[in-house]
């Protein structure tokens, strides 16, 4: 599987359905929760080319977007082969 970051909040209902899509998808990824810390935020902010909402969603080394983005790729079809790399 390819590395995946999501960035979060504890509130933030839309982080709570991209990270159980990715359960369900057993995907494991790493999760960042930015509530009250300013330091990740921007961190995440500046990764995420100016991007302040969560969730923000990296596979592997491509910013996939928020929760609509990554819905909206597993409705097309395309988020399982993001989430395996290819063996070139």
């Known amino acids: 599987m390819a590395h995946i970051t ?4 504890l509130l933030c209902p839309y982080c709570h359905m991209a990270t159980n899509l990715l ?6 990824f790493e999760e960042i929760d930015v509530t009250a810390r ?3 935020r921007e961190a995440m902010r500046a990764k995420a080319a100016g991007r302040n909402t969560v969730p923000q969603i990296f596979i592997g080394d491509e910013h996939v977007g928020g929760w609509d983005d990554l819905f909206a790729l597993e409705t097309t079809g395309r ?3 993001k989430l395996t790399p290819r063996s070139d």
């Open 6 to 9: 999501i960035y979060t909040t």
């Open 23 to 28: 359960r369900k998808k057993n995907a494991p």
């Open 38 to 40: 300013a330091d990740l």
């Open 79 to 81: 988020l399982d082969a």
